[in-house]
């Protein structure tokens, strides 16, 4: 069956509440650019640059009131990556329920199936993770293809751990290409896939989720981990890593707070 496969990610549309981070600062100001830039470059660009899988367009979406600081760089990012795509919105809502849509039809109106994926502008994919989401598909509309295991990297304390998140933010979304409207993977936000769409569930540990102080909501989670190795994830620069002694320590920290949550609840319950 034919399908075509799109990855999407939101680089700076404008949205309503979404002016501040998760530590109330102003987002979209020329910091939180430049933050952003860096971010993207070292994680998200070059894993998508060296997917072993070329068979997908990036779509990857801008205000076209962006500063110029940004304009420049897209035309870079053209340059450096053969399925980078720029669009442009300048209404998250019109972009969520028309504008993709109406994009993936033009460009593909004889299409028997529609993939699109999402990734954030800060995370990174493992370099098979289109590859195996492809291997994945199956002809149906209407199913998800669910990569729930990867690792969380905190920017600041340099520490990763061992993530399991079902419908998390790297979902793909399998549907009919034959219908009028293309829904995307967008259709509902990551965590409310659950029970609305049949899961395929890949269990290779596929993306890195990238916790940092410009994030709108994210904070570290799962087992914290000593030092993968990230090599398959093609991280530009050297990422910044956690001595054998640091990660001991907060994994025993972690464990304690664990089983004294734990206990806490049997009292109560009782």
């Not at 195996?132 to 998800?144: E, R, S, T, Y």
């Not at 799962?222 to 956690?242: D, L, W």
Request: positive net charge; proline residues 4%.
């Amino acid at each position: 069956m034919q399908f075509v496969h799109y990855v999407i990610t939101r680089f700076n549309i404008p949205a309503s509440g979404w002016q501040h981070d998760k530590n109330n600062k102003v987002v979209r100001d020329d910091a939180y650019y430049a933050k952003r830039i860096s971010l993207f470059e070292q994680f998200t660009l070059p894993s998508m640059i060296n997917q072993t899988c070329k068979n997908f367009v990036w779509l990857v979406y801008f205000d076209p009131n962006s500063p110029e600081m940004v304009k420049v760089k897209i035309k870079q990012w053209q340059l450096a990556c053969p399925n980078f795509k720029p669009c442009y919105s300048q209404d998250y809502d019109k972009w969520q329920f028309q504008e993709m849509s109406d994009y993936i039809k033009s460009e593909n109106p004889q299409s028997d199936y529609v993939i699109t994926t999402r990734i954030d502008n800060d995370d990174a994919f493992h370099c098979l993770a289109i590859e195996k989401i492809q291997k994945a598909f199956v002809p149906l509309d209407n199913v998800i293809i669910d990569l729930p295991n990867g690792y969380c990297y905190n920017t600041q304390t340099y520490l990763f751990s061992k993530h399991t998140f079902v419908s998390g933010p790297f979902v793909s979304y399998i549907e009919s290409g034959v219908k009028s409207h293309i829904d995307t993977v967008y259709r509902e936000g990551h965590p409310a896939w659950k029970d609305k769409a049949e899961f395929v569930s890949i269990k290779d540990r596929l993306w890195i989720q990238v916790i940092h102080d410009s994030n709108i909501s994210n904070s570290q989670c799962g087992f914290i981990c000593y030092n993968p190795n990230c090599h398959s994830y093609n991280v530009a620069g050297e990422i910044k890593k956690q001595t054998f002694r640091a990660v001991v320590k907060e994994q025993f920290r972690q464990r304690y707070f664990l089983l004294k949550h734990t206990i806490k609840m049997i009292l109560f319950s009782k």
